[in-house]
């Protein structure tokens, strides 16, 4: 069974700050690894999507990595910003559905 | 724009009374998922459907039914044999049932037990 870990469960940066958060996975029999970001009572938007192929991807000032062999993505964010603030969700797609982790909420400081 | 619709956003249950979450996606996807989600911890999934017709269960498909009669509908009912039903509830959708396609989710309904 496929276990997703995101650590830490909390973080707080003062604003300018980059932001590097993990995922880790457990089976590296995966087909894509993708980041959303969750606001408080919201559904997940989708920040970005890495293949299985691949060993990064780029969105404005997002950036994700993959290490699929040994289980592990990061997440960085540049030059965080308070609008940054929120949980961010990693999920490893299997056969046919979504493995998530708890994710890490971030707050960043004015 | 395209997206997924989930209804109503609030939806309160009394004891032993069945309630449906609606959603509805005009993506033209083929293949939709429910999803349900608890303080700390990750989502889990309830059923999923990969075509019109079909569906099979999650990890967590107790107290749950489906129904999948039109592409672009998934409601969702949970009955009373779900014992601890309150939870925030997320519908998702892929182009396609296979694995390695964009996941899009709405905006959840949070359903409380009253």
């Known amino acids: 069974k496929q276990e997703v870990t995101q650590i830490p469960a909390a973080l707080s940066v003062p604003e300018g700050e980059n932001l590097v958060l993990n995922c880790s996975f457990t089976d590296s029999a995966i087909y894509n690894l993708q980041w959303f970001r969750q606001d408080p009572g919201k559904g997940l938007t989708s920040l970005l999507l890495?293949?299985?192929?691949?060993r990064e991807q780029t969105s404005g000032r997002l950036n994700a990595s993959l290490d699929k062999s040994s289980g592990r993505s990061t997440l960085y964010i540049a030059a965080s910003q308070p609008g940054d603030s929120a949980t961010y969700l990693c999920?490893?797609?299997?056969?046919?559905?979504?493995?998530f982790g708890a994710g890490t909420t971030v707050t960043v400081r004015a | 724009d395209g997206g997924i619709t989930q209804s109503p956003k609030y939806l309160f249950r009394k004891e032993g009374q069945n309630v449906t979450l609606s959603c509805e996606q005009n993506?033209?996807?083929?293949?939709m998922y429910w999803y349900r989600q608890d303080p700390g911890q990750g989502l889990r999934l309830i059923y999923y459907?990969?075509?019109?017709?079909?569906?099979q269960k999650g990890d967590i498909a107790e107290g749950y039914s489906v129904s999948r009669e039109k592409k672009e509908s998934f409601p969702l009912t949970v009955t009373s044999a779900q014992k601890n039903p309150t939870a925030f509830y997320l519908c998702?959708?892929?182009?396609?049932?296979?694995?390695?396609?964009?996941?899009?989710f709405g905006q959840g309904t949070r359903l409380t037990v009253v």
């Open positions: 998702a959708s892929t182009r396609t049932g296979g694995a390695g396609t964009e996941a899009f």
């Open positions: 999920a490893v797609s299997g056969d046919y559905k979504l493995s």
């Open positions: 890495i293949q299985s192929s691949q």
């Open positions: 459907s990969q075509i019109v017709n079909d569906f």
């Open positions: 993506l033209n996807h083929d293949a």
